[in-house]
């Protein structure tokens, strides 16, 4: 039998960091301020209902455009020469580099009355802020996670053996046969790695919404964020039923892509 | 296979390529029968693969025709041409099972769904792969995925199967039966077959004619018997099979002078005391009492191989191998005898054996006793000698005088190596610079098709004023 020793830190890491803070959540979500047993942390919890089904519809379309722009620009970054792959690929990960918040600030500052946009608009005689909505939201969403989409298409793809698309079109495959009946199916198992990556991190995001949504554009992150600091009850309710509703999302995904898709 | 006429389906008319300013094809021409299943051999990095993507369509020539029954298909994408490859590394797909791979090809071409199933099923049960329709092909053996890629390319019913080295990736025993297996399937379906392998012995076995190549351009073609028993050239001859090839001087028509001795042959119209190459196959030798041999050497090594010994005999200075069922003692003196038939007498690969420079001193030191020249862009330095600037020199310098130079940088840089062939003593190697060849020496294995740096030993070479510029 192999020695499990090296694993022990792990373990410990896995159980002290992971399984006891799940627990704790657990436990708090099913008991009241005193500490009784008490299923009022749901019930409270289904207030927010509208937040919740508005936040898994805004990470929900967020995903669609991401995976929509991500799609043929993973594609055509592979029919790229080698050298400007590397450049291209870098230039989308700079952003990242930058911290979270400036990046959300920077487009509020984009978006606002008097701002870049609004003044190139106002040649066309249109004024107007244009932050502060769901449209904002989504976009600073998309923004956000737009290269965790790429990177992972663009990996898949770029590893597909050129001389399997040279065997397609030697089996008589035009450009758009290849497409669809090589590259495309080939290439899925980086789809599935791409929304995962961009769906659960953007169904559970805070300060984005806040900065970039109006009055009515709150969602669950921040909801469990600002509830937190009076009602860590509900906070963990709220927590534990996003959990569990990635958690069914995942299996979801598993069912469609390959075990290895899903790190 | 020989039959009168025979009705050409590909052909290549001076096809020349380039990749980055490297020749790699340099105005091939190549006739390729129906039905046929033809070979082209050669080393790594001589064409053949680039030949065949050629016919496949993956390469487009910079200059040349690519005639397909009678019509110039040049720009033809690999798609609209009836051709289809077995690829290298089989190039199957992942995410289709054993079935959808083969059908593959006839899905394309909306076929009726039963029509499909009827000739999946037939073509999967030709190549032995009945009942594994279902099967993944990532949990396929080598050969089993081998015959996948073949029964991809034939359903589709191509008027020719381009096969590169595809059997590379087997181990040996499957690699023998599926030599086999391929000559049976190509048989049975009389489809063409151009197959790419760098591998005599596949060659010889499989081929109705064999294509050897080196450097860009076509040695040789002919079936397996003459390009073993003839062979054009000592690279031919060293390429297929094992081969006694010695430096010789054609004296008259059918009388050759190898090893100091003279000898009869067959061979015409050589002139008279031509240098030659001379081809003696290790089994055309005969052992004989040393009064009774034509040659007379000693035994040096002896290796038991099965069917026969492997003697290695010195002649001289020379390495002689006999193939005899014979053995030998080793260090006894023993006579070899070859009749004239098995003496094969080619011409030699470069015209000339020194290597001649016809340059100009561009610069010269009296005092401190050298010149230098120009060649190939690099100035070189000659030291011990004084010429005065401007003055012709002939530089003669034998193939002793060549070395590959050890510290990496040497006169001249990045020159291909061509062909190194051994001639019983020493390897004879040719070298290609920008400008033209060169012959030289080595008692080392070079690999044919890398870049070497060249050094000169002017020390032994000869020196002779042409012409003098400078007046006064």
Redesign the interface.
């Known amino acids: 039998m192999k020695s499990r020793k090296p694993s022990i830190p792990y373990i410990i890491w896995m159980v002290v960091f992971t399984m006891i803070p799940i627990v704790m959540i657990a436990f708090t979500a099913f008991t009241d301020k005193d500490g009784n047993f008490s299923l009022e942390p749901f019930t409270k919890a289904f207030f927010y209902t509208d937040v919740f089904t508005k936040s898994l519809w805004i990470a929900f379309i967020s995903t669609v455009i991401c995976l929509l722009l991500a799609y043929p620009l993973a594609y055509f970054i592979t029919k790229m020469k080698k050298s400007t792959q590397n450049t291209v690929i870098m230039l989308l990960m700079i952003p990242m580099w930058m911290n979270f918040l400036l990046r959300i600030y920077a487009w509020v500052t984009i978006l606002q009355q008097n701002g870049p946009l609004d003044k190139a608009l106002s040649i066309l005689g249109i004024h107007g802020t244009y932050y502060g909505n769901s449209s904002a939201v989504i976009l600073g969403m998309v923004y956000e996670f737009l290269p965790f989409m790429v990177l992972p298409i663009y990996t898949v793809m770029s590893k597909i053996d050129s001389s399997l698309i040279e065997a397609a079109q030697d089996l008589g495959s035009n450009n758009f046969a290849v497409f669809k009946k090589v590259i495309f199916p080939l290439s899925i198992p980086g789809v599935i790695s791409g929304i995962t990556l961009v769906f659960v991190p953007s169904a559970s995001t805070f300060l984005v919404a806040q900065y970039l949504g109006g009055t009515d554009d709150i969602m669950i992150g921040d909801i469990i964020d600002k509830i937190f600091w009076t009602d860590q009850n509900t906070g963990s309710a709220i927590s534990l039923i996003l959990m569990v509703f990635i958690f069914v999302f995942l299996i979801i995904m598993n069912f469609f892509g390959d075990e290895e898709a899903i790190a | 296979m020989e039959q009168a006429a025979k009705k050409s389906i590909v052909s290549l008319k001076d096809i020349f390529v380039r990749f980055d300013g490297e020749v790699i094809l340099n105005h091939i021409n190549l006739d390729i029968h129906e039905k046929e299943f033809l070979t082209i051999l050669g080393p790594s990095g001589c064409g053949k693969t680039t030949t065949l993507r050629i016919i496949?369509?993956?390469v487009e020539p910079e200059s040349g025709d690519v005639i397909f029954d009678g019509k110039r298909i040049n720009g033809t994408?690999?798609?609209k041409r009836n051709?289809?490859?077995v690829?290298?590394?089989y190039?199957?797909?992942?995410?289709l099972n054993v079935y959808d791979n083969v059908a593959?090809?006839l899905k394309?071409?909306k076929l009726p769904k039963n029509e499909i199933k009827e000739k999946v099923t037939k073509m999967l049960a030709t190549v032995d792969l009945k009942g594994y329709e279902k099967r993944n092909i990532a949990k396929l053996s080598g050969g089993q995925q081998q015959r996948v890629a073949i029964a991809?390319?034939l359903v589709?019913d191509p008027d020719i199967i381009l096969l590169d080295e595809p059997l590379g990736a087997l181990d040996l025993k499957l690699r023998k039966c599926m030599q086999l297996e391929l000559k049976e399937i190509q048989q049975k379906t009389e489809k063409t077959f151009i197959y790419v392998t760098h591998d005599q012995e596949e060659a010889l076995t499989m081929s109705d004619r064999v294509v050897v190549m080196n450097n860009g351009v076509i040695e040789q073609i002919g079936t397996p018997e003459d390009i073993y028993n003839e062979p054009v050239n000592a690279f031919v001859a060293d390429f297929i099979g094992e081969a006694n090839i010695l430096n010789g001087t054609m004296i008259d028509d059918c009388r050759i002078s190898i090893l100091g001795k003279e000898l009869e042959c067959v061979d015409k119209g050589f002139g008279k005391n031509t240098p030659v190459d001379v081809v003696i196959r290790p089994e055309d030798i005969e052992i004989t009492a040393p009064k009774d041999g034509q040659l007379v050497g000693t035994v040096e090594k002896l290796t038991f191989k099965g069917v026969h010994y492997e003697i290695s005999v010195r002649c001289g200075k020379c390495e002689i191998l006999i193939h005899s069922t014979k053995s030998a003692e080793i260090g006894s003196v023993i006579g070899m005898r070859i009749i004239p038939f098995n003496i094969q007498i080619m011409n030699k690969l470069l015209p000339f054996y020194d290597n001649v420079i016809e340059t100009c001193v561009t610069y010269a030191n009296e005092e401190e006793n050298y010149f230098e020249f120009e060649l190939e862009g690099e100035t070189v330095k000659v030291d011990g000698k004084y010429f005065p600037q401007d003055t012709k020199v002939k530089i003669t310098l034998p193939p002793e005088a060549l070395s590959l130079a050890g510290d990496g940088i040497g006169h001249l840089k990045d020159l291909y190596i061509e062909s190194v062939v051994y001639k019983g003593e020493h390897n004879e190697i040719i070298l290609e610079s920008d400008d033209r060849k060169w012959l030289m020496l080595s008692d080392t294995d070079e690999q044919v098709a890398t870049y070497v740096p060249l050094a000169f030993d002017f020390s032994k070479a000869k020196f002779e004023v042409i012409d003098t510029l400078k007046e006064g």
């Open positions: 496949g369509g993956f994408p690999p798609n051709v289809n490859t690829f290298q590394r190039s199957l797909f992942p995410h593959f090809g394309l071409k991809r390319a589709c």
